[in-house]
């Protein structure tokens, strides 16, 4: 069976169609779908647009290594996530994940930790437009904040870090001063 082939990390607007389709994958009877979208709010402040930048490279990796940790670990058949980069509007796409599993509640866990990696783990930088003319960098968000870090084997610190928190830089050249460094970090992942 040959798989749709297309890249994680996309400059250009995308939908579900870009996945394999599910009549590929016979012993499956469950999809989990999340589609993330920019909303027009954040903490408070009205939100006009974002842009998302990235290590493409290094992200494209990240992405494809998430997949195959995730297949295996929930023994599902199928997750893509992709991921936009650019400038994007209120109501764009910004995040699309799908597992195609046995039963739904592989699929569901297989999509949610795919997000919850990526979100945490890939050279992905988000910059929030507002309203009223600023903008800054924003973490990002984790999905849940429920999971146990002793469950999955995570330590107390790597648990908080998880948590949804929002630490914005305080000047736009401290924040490209550190995507280059991260950058030429993450080179050496190549």
């Not at 996530?81 to 764009?92: C, M």
């Not at 569901?108 to 890939?122: D, L, S, T």
């Amino acid at each position: 069976m040959e798989l749709k082939t297309f890249s994680r990390i996309q400059n250009n607007a995308f939908g579900p169609d870009i996945f394999d389709d599910i009549h590929s994958f016979p012993e499956c009877g469950g999809i989990g779908i999340f589609v993330g979208t920019i909303r027009n709010h954040h903490e408070g402040r009205a939100v006009k647009a974002l842009k998302y930048t990235s290590y493409a490279p290094v992200a494209e990796k990240m992405i494809r290594q998430i997949e195959q940790e995730i297949q295996h670990k929930h023994g599902v058949s199928y997750v893509r996530v992709v991921h936009r980069i650019g400038a994007l509007d209120i109501g764009d796409t910004a995040i699309i994940a799908m597992a195609y599993a046995p039963h739904r509640r592989e699929a569901f866990a297989a999509c949610e930790e795919a997000v919850e990696r990526v979100k945490h783990e890939v050279p992905v930088w988000k910059e929030e437009f507002y309203m009223d003319g600023s903008s800054q960098y924003v973490e990002g968000c984790c999905i849940r904040k429920d999971i146990d870090a002793h469950s999955h084997g995570h330590s107390h610190t790597h648990h908080h870090d998880q948590q949804c928190r929002h630490e914005h830089a305080a000047d736009d050249h401290l924040v490209q001063k550190t995507i280059q460094q991260n950058a030429n970090i993450y080179q050496w992942h190549l």
